[in-house]
């Protein structure tokens, strides 16, 4: 009887383990979810605890820190973290050791670099500005190096222990924060705060087993400098994108604009943490199906960008039934304005979360000059449409522009990615000798 199995007696197997398999990704991505969770409220308590103890002047400065990290973070991205969650996700045990011990040394060297650049630039300046960007050189190797074990856990599939690794940070944060509340000085929060995720950082390196090679680091650049530097102009063209349309919009239409756009932007905070969340796993999981099953790929990326964009569309839809009064206890008297642009950030949210599919699987594929392009080109629509629909119509115009030019970078995503699988599906091409 067994030797009589038919074509689709023969294939049924496959099913139950495609169903794992899909269950397995969704755990890694619920994993993301976490940890994103976790980071973010991390930040969130940060934000609002400095700001109650030390007043706006002061938060002000600790802000322009906190903003300054957030470069430096993207600058070791691209350089470290990004490159190694394209190629050594999904791989033997060995290789993606060998691979983190030079990565991790790759972050924390650029954290070194860039801090004692931070240090100077405090010296100079002098006062409470500068003390603070002093002591922000001081911690922010280990702020990049916490990072980087959270990207190698999740290259190797174990989002718990990036998960875990947060938690450590988040939970050591607490006293620490309780004693720089008790000096009541910005350079005290700055330290508190790096000095917790140096814990979070020693904490990585028993999780792993790993020890940082920062002699490695000049190896790193150098075998994956044809990822690592697009990625650094691909990471920073973003966050840029975003700093010159909120100047650009200040000075357009007024401060107050910049306000009512953040209002609107955080109406739509629950659901861009969790964008940010899965976008911690996406590259990772892409590159498992490249590598288990080339011809899903699409699939996949087009599943991702696609559940995302309908699951902003429809938390933008729950937000369009929130009543006046509901909005105005949580943003006050930002909420009237805010309100105005729900429907014109939701669309640009959507068309963010279905482009993440398509860079996702540019990513995975290797395909950095096209992936550099898409975000080039989407950077430069953000800015003229936020900017130029400030111009004509305002606040209510800039966010129409942005969305409108998100959905146009969305495309250019997808096209590109169009064009790599094809390139990587195509059969290379043999010569053919005459005799």
């Avoid at 619920?30 to 991390?42: E, F, I, P």
């Avoid at 190096?145 to 938690?167: E, I, P």
């Avoid at 959905?407 to 005459?434: C, D, F, N, Y």
Wanted: hydrophobic share 55%; charged share 10%; aromatic share 8%.
């Amino acid at each position: 009887m067994t030797a009589m199995t038919t074509e689709g007696e023969e294939t049924a197997p496959s099913a139950p383990r495609a169903a794992l398999a899909w269950r397995a990704v969704a755990g890694r991505l619920s994993w993301g979810l976490a940890d994103q969770a976790a980071s973010s409220l991390t930040n969130f308590a940060v934000g609002i605890y400095v700001a109650r103890s030390l007043g706006p002047a002061a938060f002000g400065v600790f802000s322009l820190a906190w903003v300054t990290y957030g470069v430096v973070l993207n600058v070791s991205r691209g350089l470290a973290t990004d490159p190694l969650m394209v190629r050594f996700s999904a791989v033997p045990a060995a290789s993606w050791r060998a691979a983190v011990a030079r990565s991790s040394g790759t972050a924390l060297g650029v954290g070194t670099a860039l801090g004692a650049a931070c240090a100077v630039v405090g010296l100079i300046l002098g006062g409470t500005v500068g003390l603070a960007f002093v002591w922000l050189g001081v911690v922010l190797p280990a702020l990049l190096l916490q990072d980087a074990w959270r990207f190698a856990f999740f290259a190797a599939g174990s989002g718990r222990k990036a998960v875990v690794n947060d938690l450590v940070w988040g939970v050591t944060l607490i006293p620490a924060m309780v004693v720089a509340a008790r000096v009541g000085s910005v350079a005290a929060f700055v330290v508190a705060w790096g000095a917790s995720a140096a814990l979070a950082a020693v904490y990585g390196c028993v999780q792993s087993g790993i020890r940082p090679r920062v002699t490695g680091a000049r190896g790193w650049l150098r075998e994956h400098r044809d990822l690592g530097y697009r990625y650094l102009v691909e990471n920073v063209s973003l966050s840029g994108a975003v700093q010159l349309r909120a100047y650009g919009l200040g000075a357009i239409v007024g401060v107050g604009a910049v306000g009512v756009v953040r209002g609107a932007e955080l109406l739509l905070g629950p659901f861009l943490a969790v964008l940010m969340g899965l976008s911690l796993v996406t590259v990772a999981e892409a590159a498992r199906v490249l590598r288990q099953a080339p011809h899903r790929l699409a699939k996949f990326c087009l599943l991702l960008g696609g559940g995302q964009a309908a699951a902003a569309l429809l938390w933008g839809a729950a937000l369009l039934l929130v009543p006046d009064r509901g909005g105005e206890l949580v943003l006050g008297a930002v909420w009237t304005s805010a309100s105005e642009l729900i429907v014109p950030a939701t669309l640009g949210v959507a068309g963010a979360g279905l482009g993440v599919g398509a860079a996702a699987g540019l990513r995975a594929l290797g395909a950095a000059r096209r992936s550099l392009r898409s975000q080039l080109f989407a950077s430069a629509c953000y800015v003229t449409g936020g900017l130029g629909g400030a111009a004509v119509a305002g606040t209510i115009g800039s966010a129409w522009g942005v969305a409108a030019a998100t959905l146009s970078g969305s495309a250019v995503w997808w096209l590109h990615l169009r064009s790599a699988l094809r390139a990587h599906h195509q059969p290379p091409i043999r010569e053919v000798r005459t005799p």
